[in-house]
């Protein structure tokens, strides 16, 4: 029993690190881009980002009604983005 309960925990532990919603690596963005403080609607501008602006995006996307969200980290803060409008530079936090 203790070894099933283990076996449980380990999967469980992988699972919820195999799918990170986290910002990694460093992306630039390729135009202007808005960054929403939510995920969800409606949607509120936190700040924008100019084009070159580096980034760290998150790989997994979450899905909320009509639109996918990926989660950024920026100089400028913390947020929310729909376009998809990044290029990665590398995989470096």
């Known amino acids: ?12 532990s992988f699972t919820l690190t195999a799918c990170s919603y986290e910002p990694t690596g460093r992306w630039e963005a390729m135009d202007t881009v808005d960054i929403y403080t939510n995920n969800d609607h409606p949607l509120i501008v936190a700040f924008v980002l100019e084009k070159g602006e580096i980034c760290a995006v998150s790989e997994e996307m979450i899905i909320r009604k009509d639109l996918g969200y990926t989660q950024v980290s920026c100089a400028k803060g913390r947020g929310w983005n729909t376009s998809g409008r990044f290029k990665k530079l590398t995989d470096l936090d």
Do not use: G
């Open 1 to 12: 029993m203790r070894l099933i309960i283990n076996i449980t925990c380990f999967i469980t």
